[in-house]
């Protein structure tokens, strides 16, 4: 069993529609915890970054970390087409500090 | 260029070749880790340098595969003796002083997509 568990989808919605993604972990020492977005033949690039638990809002893009479920999850509110890539969620121990555990990513496509 | 820079973008190869893969980080990152992305499979970590060394190289699947950094900045991973299950994009990143080990923000570049026949 992988240390991060995310559902691959794909998820279609249409635009303006509110997107829920979500992993869950298994190891308590992760403490920081990352949203990354990856459009296609890119690198991934650092969406939002949340250290413990708590909640964190950047414009359209809310993270949630729930430490005691071991669950996180984004939402991103109004979707538009250009929100179409692949989010990937990743975690951090405070033991190996820069190593990232990754989620195997969501398939997002927004459809106008 | 500003980004993360990696060649070659495209590899295909024979089994049982060796191959290296280059990345040329930001300038002034001192931190630099090497990725692997299989299908389906999520991003793996292989390696972590922190200037030309590598405290952390408990990723790296294999004795097939290593990596070097020199001055600091370019680094090579090499892997020889390509099998089939070697095929997927290798990303690098880099990350500032203190950066990535703060916030976890490391910067990607585009990968390296290996195809092994």
């Known amino acids: 069993q992988k240390e991060v568990e995310q559902d691959p989808g794909p998820l279609s919605v249409p635009e303006g529609a509110i997107v829920s993604l979500n992993c869950t972990y298994s190891?308590?020492?992760?403490?920081?915890f990352m949203w990354y977005r990856q459009y296609s033949r890119k690198g991934p690039e650092l969406l939002m970054y949340?250290?413990?638990?708590g909640n964190k809002e950047d414009g359209r893009f809310t993270a949630q970390v729930d430490k005691s479920s071991k669950y996180i999850s984004l939402f991103i509110r109004d979707s538009q087409p250009s929100d179409s890539a692949t989010y990937l969620c990743a975690m951090m121990k405070s033991s190996t500090l820069g190593r990232l555990y990754f989620g195997r990513g969501t398939q997002l496509t927004v459809w106008p | 260029g500003a980004g993360v820079s990696q060649s070659p973008s495209n590899k295909v190869t024979e089994k049982g070749k060796d191959v290296e893969l280059r990345c040329d980080p930001i300038s002034g990152h001192t931190a630099l880790y090497w990725y692997r992305q299989s299908l389906g499979q999520g991003l793996e970590f292989l390696i972590y340098?922190?200037?030309?060394?590598?405290?952390?190289k408990s990723g790296l699947p294999s004795d097939r595969f290593s990596a070097e950094r020199t001055g600091g900045s370019v680094s090579t991973l090499t892997i020889q003796r390509t099998q089939q299950e070697d095929s997927a994009v290798y990303l690098c990143?880099?990350?500032?002083?203190?950066?990535?080990?703060?916030?976890?923000?490391?910067?990607f570049g585009e990968g390296s997509r290996l195809t092994v026949l």
């Open positions: 990143a880099s990350s500032p002083p203190g950066g990535g080990r703060n916030t976890g923000e490391l910067f």
């Open positions: 949340t250290y413990s638990s």
């Open positions: 190891n308590s020492a992760f403490q920081y």
């Open positions: 340098f922190q200037g030309n060394s590598a405290p952390d």
